[in-house]
């Protein structure tokens, strides 16, 4: 078995989801995964790549895709087979709440010795109470962890005091202990994603599996590449707010990459992939000159690879035919949240904009060659009532009329969590939240409860939990109906979802009287439910298919792979580092 230095593990939303009667919901219908929440953070990318830089060798493990893949997979018996040094786990997302302790039990008693060490924007926010369980050893703090990690596994290995280590939360001697947060980056080039070297990794280990980001990637092998680390905007339910990163990260404004690094990893991908390229993040966050000395160096590279734009304010004209000029493939997505813009003033106070002004850019982005352009409206903002939803689904239709088949619109339920460090999380009463979870316990124990309305973690002043799941199979039905009005779908699929819609309100229905009657779930319905995935919780609010971009028949380059595998082969030489728990 090849030595491992550190070990990656990214665990499932629910430790046993195989052996829960959970009906998880419509929370992941807009999102890459499924209500296990499989796809890790990039994070595991850019750690593995640091980390190998320096002389250390990584395997990631995707349990969760694992698990979803394979009935039989013995999470236990897979990690005794391994002999790692130390163990990370991401709870980066508070979703992996239940998940991501349970892995880290499992792991302890399999490898008492070994440290398990934490990280993500969750494990930030609840450091002092994850520090406390019993399987964690240390938690790094903030988006920004890849030089604290090499610190602390290097002090680990030779005895150094890990005073040192920047961003550490730690136990000695049963108290906890805070080191300062000294590493904040100015800038985010200083970890690179790499993907020659993600697969040398998967060569050292021979294990492909464990490494695909999400169930269904071969289908839809979209990347991505984060532009920025934080957010200059304010909106209100979001733990990457600009208020959130301050909180969490010590970051007063958003750091980005620079054009020239952000244009070196997506032409890094484009050596090996033909499939989107995902920029995260608004360039124009960072300024127009910043957008378009990005825009001007992609156009040099001629890179074939669709690139997805996606903007938090409205770009000017002259800013899309920039991305038009420079790009042969490009979309576009916006998030309005909602078609108020009272609603939508509340969200986002720093950056307001008008629904004239977003058609004015949806004219514009359609006039030119974007491929599509997609539109996002969220269920759970503050003083949204159910009819501002159902008349949100109206203002979809109104977008379909002015427009062709190349924009669609997609409507989901805030959930299940609203984040924290946003501020309707830390200051709920003013915003009109009320929060049935604070502390990272309490919301594992949400995790589990058998329906997704019992599961969230808020309600608002203007709906209840009751009235924000039933509202969103309202709207999804509706919504669904006018894509195959106006033919953004065909008829099969809209039919498909009609039904799966129809049957999880039924479901819902019956699992709410079981609920408002204290009684168990009848047998019939824990049978449904038993380990389910895909019946009542993908593809629900839409088709998830809807979301996939262009496929090609040969979605990867394989005889750049190919070189790639030669040369590891002919050529593996690395550090060897031990690493024990202090």
Not at 40 to 49: E, I, K, S
Not at 311 to 323: D, H, N, T, W
């Amino acid at each position: 078995m090849p030595q491992i230095d550190f070990l990656l593990l990214h665990p499932p939303s629910v430790y046993d989801f195989r052996q829960k009667a959970i009906m998880y919901g419509p929370i992941s219908d807009l999102i890459p995964s499924s209500p296990v929440f499989e796809m890790y953070p990039l994070g595991f990318l850019t750690m593995a790549n640091y980390l190998e830089s320096h002389g250390l060798k990584v395997r990631i493990v995707n349990l969760a895709l694992r698990m979803m893949n394979d009935v039989s997979f013995d999470v236990p018996k897979f990690l005794a087979k391994l002999k790692p040094k130390a163990i990370g786990i991401d709870l980066h997302w508070l979703p992996h709440a239940h998940g991501s302790i349970e892995i880290a039990k499992i792991a302890k008693e399999i490898h008492p010795e070994v440290p398990v060490i934490f990280g993500g924007i969750s494990a930030t926010y609840f450091h002092e109470d994850l520090i406390q369980y019993p399987s964690v050893d240390y938690v790094l703090r903030g988006d920004s962890i890849e030089p604290p990690l090499y610190s602390l596994l290097t002090n680990l290995s030779t005895g150094a005091p890990i005073k040192t280590v920047p961003n550490l939360t730690w136990k000695s001697n049963g108290s906890v202990r805070v080191n300062p947060r000294a590493f904040v980056p100015a800038t985010a080039d200083y970890v690179d994603l790499l993907p020659e070297q993600i697969m040398k990794i998967v060569m050292r280990y021979r294990d492909l599996q464990s490494v695909l980001p999400f169930n269904g990637w071969w289908q839809n092998p979209i990347t991505a590449v984060f532009t920025v680390k934080g957010c200059a905007h304010e909106c209100t339910t979001c733990g990457g707010s600009n208020q959130a990163n301050e909180l969490l990260n010590g970051r007063h404004s958003p750091t980005f990459r620079t054009p020239k690094n952000l244009v070196k990893n997506i032409l890094d991908i484009s050596r090996f992939s033909k499939g989107p390229i995902f920029l995260v993040g608004d360039l124009c966050q960072a300024g127009e000159h910043h957008a378009l000395e990005t825009l001007k160096r992609l156009k040099t590279t001629k890179i074939k690879n669709e690139i997805v734009f996606e903007v938090f304010g409205m770009p000017s004209a002259e800013y899309l035919r920039a991305i038009d000029d420079a790009v042969d493939n490009w979309s576009l997505e916006l998030s309005p949240e909602s078609h108020d813009e009272q609603v939508r003033r509340l969200q986002d106070k720093k950056v307001f904009y008008h629904n004239s002004e977003m058609e004015e850019v949806i004219k514009e982005a359609l006039s030119l060659r974007c491929h599509r352009l997609d539109v996002f409206f969220m269920i759970g903002l503050p003083k949204q009532t159910k009819e501002s939803v159902m008349t949100t689904i109206r203002y979809c239709e109104h977008l379909f009329q002015n427009s062709d088949t190349r924009l669609s619109c997609f409507i989901s339920p805030m959930g299940p969590f609203v984040d924290p460090g946003s501020k309707c999380f830390e200051d709920p009463d003013r915003l009109g939240y009320r929060l049935f979870a604070h502390t990272l316990e309490e919301h594992r124990q949400l995790l589990v409860q058998p329906s997704w309305e019992q599961i969230l973690n808020y309600e608002t002043r203007w709906m209840s939990r009751e009235d924000l799941v039933d509202v969103t199979y309202d709207a999804a039905e509706v919504l669904n109906t006018l894509k195959l009005k106006y033919a953004r779908i065909d008829t099969t699929r809209g039919q498909n979802i009609a039904n799966r819609i129809s049957r999880a309100k039924k479901l819902k229905d019956r699992l709410r009287l079981s609920t408002s009657n204290q009684e168990e779930m009848s047998l019939i319905e824990r049978k449904m439910l038993l380990g389910e995935i895909h019946n009542f919780s993908v593809s629900t609010v839409c088709d998830k298919r809807e979301l996939f971009w262009r496929h090609h028949l040969m979605s990867f380059k394989w005889l750049e792979i190919l070189r790639v595998a030669i040369s590891f082969y002919s050529n593996s030489n690395f550090k060897q580092l031990s690493v024990t728990k202090k």
